[in-house]
């Protein structure tokens, strides 16, 4: 089976996709978010790493495996419900740990290997023989990512090869179209872990960190990047941050590595914050832990 993106509207962006790996499930919410929020509906999979959106087509690639769940990667075709399941899943040669996934703007996505020290390009069609297209090896440990859908920057989140910066300091490569090459800057982070990078619509890239004295910080960039850049202001999630997404209203939810909950900060984002808009916490229903990284995005 060979799978596609179909043509058409792009769809709206409205849900919150909110995965808890030991749930063993996607949990799907819809607006308006409240503290403690009852999930519409729920996917139940094995332990997920990740899970992003195609802007265009509203495709999922959810990422699993190899500490819980199977390895391996996964497309779902909207709508979106509780019956949902794979219309593809493939593990590809060479595929170890993977952790977090980006959409190009061209029916492509990258998914970040922290063991294989490699960031893998798929392209569609997608198929179960699915294999990487092209590779990224920048990284000592890639973890974090993310796409600028304008200027369509990459940047890649590497954990130094010991996840505590410990090996090599940590740093985000930004890195230009076709994202194979040598980055055109380096960001040093220290001994701070990338887990998590957004970007927002004016370009803006925000880093939030699971290890380091940068636990509960995240850290903004502005354009132009160059390296060596530091911050322009910081939001304090107050906790370490697994995951990091923009609503289409640019509020940006960051989930939280000790406690799965999540957190929100209102658009416009100008300036540092103490503290979180909001307190959404974890979704009725679901098991959250320490470590329960699994992702979460904003879809259809």
Known sequence: MVLAIAPGVPPSFGRMFDAQCFSNKIFILAPPFSPRPAPAVAISLPCTNAIAFDPSSG???????????????????????????????FTP???????????????????????ARRVYEFQAPFSAASTPAAVNTSATEPIGLAIDPVRHLMFIGDAGGSRTCAATPCRVYVVRPPYTGAPAAVIPLGSNTPTALAVDRRGRLFVGFGYGKLNRPIQVYVPPFRSGQKPAFTLNAGDAVMALAFDPAQNLYAQLFNTGGVVRFNAPIAGSASAPSVRLGCPRGATCRKKNWAGLSFGP
């Open 59 to 89: 495709t999922m690639a959810v990422a699993s495996g190899a500490v819980f769940g199977r390895l391996s990667i996964s497309i779902y075709e909207p709508p979106y419900s509780s019956a949902s399941t794979p219309a593809i899943t």
């Open 93 to 115: 040669p060479g595929l170890r740990h993977p952790r977090q996934l980006a959409w190009d703007g061209s029916g492509n996505f990258w998914v970040t290997d922290d063991l």
